[in-house]
């Protein structure tokens, strides 16, 4: 009997250290100081500063008009709600700015629950992993958000440390799945246990809720990034079913009596299409549509750019996809090709390109339609001649599931 229990306080002893180990090991210690405290209370007062402090390899190159106009829209709506509909033209960063808008809000505690939606679960899962990444490695935000960025870090991407950890003994409640990130529990934090969350336009988000300090809370703004597909946009249906969901089920979210904070940045895709509608003050006045361009003015001299257009289309027929000759010409010509033209943002052009003006120039040769849509969300009426492309969803929502011939009761 003596030896037994002398084995057994041997087994108990062990298990303490064990326990005593496994939690410092879980426990990350005192939160690093701010490293910059100027830079991070001056970013505060503006998403701009946000986005070019914090996102320098984001932002290479100089903010056009249009971006300007995009980031003041989610300041605004950051700030003081509402809804704001943005057109920019595809590829022109709308997402980067949406994914720094939710992280500027969540960060200084704008809003504790934000909700970002993109056409797809898929999307939206993509733009999750671009925020995670951010807090992962981005060393800019670790000086000055560290007690928002230093627990992610010390998760060393390890998603089941997030139960365990504690920070002196207590413990962060951090979460971190594919859909969902909750910021840890720090003293003094304006972010603590705030929660920003993604999801597809056709998944499921209806009564969205989430513990915050330990209070229930709605999501109270959501930024809502490309809300449409390219199959989607040629679809009558689908358009239809999309815009209702936005109208009714998100902007439901923030529940009764409240309105949730809103901003939908999209590209028209087609005529009538949900982007087109949601821009559309006739339609929807709610929305404060604003539609920016990619070329401001066209240029004056059509005959350059018809016979450019011409030397372009022999090059690439004979081999030479960088157009050489046709890139010849213009520089040749350019004085006058130029003359009358204004683009929206100069510094964008592809590297084979001599200017803004030359690359979107070869957007409208190409695909009139992609460039009238797509670059100044000024759709073109059935431009490309496609009829509306009926899916496997649009049948199934029209079958009724009664037999040829044969009129139902009721």
């Known amino acids: 009997m003596a030896n037994s229990a002398y084995y057994d306080d ?49 932002f290479p190159l100089a903010f056009a008009d249009h971006h300007e106009r995009i980031i003041a829209a989610i300041e605004a709506t950051v700030l003081n709600g509402g809804q704001q509909a943005v057109a920019a033209p595809r590829g ?11 992280m500027w809000a969540e960060f200084y505690g704008f809003h504790s629950f934000a909700l970002l939606i993109a056409a797809s679960d898929d999307l939206a899962s993509s733009i999750m992993d671009s925020i995670k990444t951010e807090c992962e490695s981005n060393d800019l935000l670790l000086e000055d ?10 998760l060393e991407g390890i998603p089941h440390r997030c139960n365990g950890q504690t920070c002196n003994g207590v413990r962060t409640q951090i979460g971190w799945t594919a859909d969902e990130l909750v910021f840890p529990l720090i003293d003094g934090s304006k972010a603590a246990g705030s929660v920003i969350r993604v999801a597809g336009l056709t998944g499921s988000f209806r009564g969205l ?23 989607s946009a040629r679809s009558a249906q689908q358009c239809i079913n999309r815009e209702a969901t936005i109208n009714g089920s998100v902007m439901g979210l923030a529940g009764p009596g409240k309105r949730i904070a809103a901003l939908a940045a999209v590209t028209v895709i087609r005529p009538n299409d949900l982007a087109d509608n949601l821009l559309n ?15 401001l003015a066209p240029p004056s001299n059509e005959s350059l750019w018809t016979e450019y257009a011409k030397i372009r289309k022999a090059s690439m027929q004979s081999g030479d996809k960088d157009y050489a000759a046709a890139t010849e010409f213009y520089l040749e010509h350019r004085a006058a ?74």
């Open 92 to 102: 022109d960063g709308k997402t980067t700015l949406c994914e720094c808008g939710i």
């Open 209 to 231: 809720r989430a513990n915050v300090r330990g209070k229930v809370v709605r999501p109270s703004i959501v930024l809502i990034d490309d809300p449409q597909t390219d199959a």
């Open 10 to 58: 041997i087994k108990a002893r062990g298990a303490e250290r064990s326990r005593a180990e496994s939690a410092k090991g879980r426990d990350i210690g005192d939160i690093p100081a701010v490293a910059n405290p100027e830079r991070k209370a001056r970013c505060e007062k503006s998403l701009r500063a946000f986005c070019l402090e914090y996102f320098p390899e984001r």
């Open 281 to 295: 003050r006739d339609k929807h006045p709610e929305w404060n549509g604003i539609r920016c361009k990619a070329m």
């Open 145 to 154: 958000f560290p007690e928002i960025v230093y627990p992610i870090r010390k």
């Open 337 to 410: 090709m130029d003359a009358g033209a204004v683009v929206a943002w100069p510094q964008r052009f592809e590297p084979q390109d001599l200017s803004a003006l030359q690359t979107l120039m070869n957007i409208k040769i190409d695909r009139p339609a992609s460039f009238a849509a797509e670059q100044q969300n000024e759709p073109l009426a059935d431009a490309d001649g496609v009829a509306e492309e009926l899916t496997v969803e649009d049948i199934i929502e029209r079958v009724n599931h009664h037999d040829r011939r044969r009129i139902p009761l009721r």
